[in-house]
């Protein structure tokens, strides 16, 4: 598409119609012209990008903010990001809903436990562990799971083994059922443990471990998922590059 009524508008133009400062010849031009309202319209949206960008240049990354919440972050972090949160009504938004969303989907019993767990002072417990991927087994399915299609997705730490099901849930989601074994034949210590699922540094959603050790998951896009677990005892288990 070309300008409709040539020449058309300058950059320097759409920048001054930007601020306001559009003469009555420019704002006709603009009514009759839609190749140069729409150059206007993206350079609109360009600004409020950035002017988006920039308002929130220092706040925490929504994975740091979940960490925070979750008492994972070290107590110089807890501290910085607390005052943060004093001044920025946007990210104790985000934190707030984070509590929200993992308060409602945990009894009160498991939230109990976890809070105890996780609270803030309490990183200097956690011991952190990655789980390593294993092979998938062709034909092998958890004996929980019904109706179950591919492989399921194995992992296994010095801790514990994971087993993962990818249910589908519509074109583009799935379910994730999983189940956890203690290494160690400890499987009580499993009970209530937090189960984040993370995609691109951000929490699409979170569930807790039952008393066998089972956990299903809300529907989530299906993408490169990394999972945590986090027991009550501070034990962290990290499964990077599941693709589900």
């Known amino acids: ?3 409709s009524d040539p020449p058309p508008l300058s950059d320097e133009t759409i920048s001054a119609a930007l601020d306001d400062d559009t003469p009555p010849a420019v704002l006709a031009h ?3 012209c839609p190749e140069c309202a729409g150059r206007l319209e993206e350079a609109r949206q360009l600004e409020h990008a950035l002017q988006s960008r920039l308002a929130r240049w220092d ?3 929504p994975a740091q903010l979940s960490d925070y919440h979750l008492g994972l972050v070290p107590p110089v972090q807890q501290r910085s990001i ?5 001044a920025c009504a946007q990210c104790s ?3 707030e809903e984070l509590r929200v969303f993992l308060a409602g989907d945990a009894p009160a019993e498991v939230r109990s436990r976890q809070e105890v767990a996780i609270r803030p002072g309490g990183v200097q ?3 952190a562990l990655v789980a390593e991927l294993l092979p998938r087994p062709a ?3 958890m004996a929980a799971v019904r109706g179950a299609g591919d492989a399921p997705i194995l992992a296994q730490s010095s801790a514990a083994t994971i087993v993962i099901e990818a249910q589908k849930e519509g074109a583009q989601a799935v379910r994730l059922i999983g189940q956890i074994a203690d290494e160690a034949g400890e499987q009580e210590r499993w009970d209530g443990a937090l189960v984040e699922i993370r995609q691109a540094d951000t929490l699409v959603a979170a569930t807790f471990v039952d008393e066998v050790g089972g956990f299903s998951s809300a529907p989530v896009p299906t993408a490169q998922t990394e999972l945590r677990i986090t027991a009550a005892d501070g034990t962290w288990i990290i499964l990077d590059g599941v693709k589900v």
Do not use: D, N, T
């Open 30 to 32: 603009l009514q009759h």
């Open 93 to 95: 938004a985000e934190v």
């Open 139 to 141: 034909g092998l399915q």
């Open 1 to 3: 598409m070309s300008c």
């Open 82 to 86: 607390a005052a943060h949160l004093e």
């Open 125 to 127: 417990r956690l011991r």
């Open 59 to 61: 706040c925490p990354p």
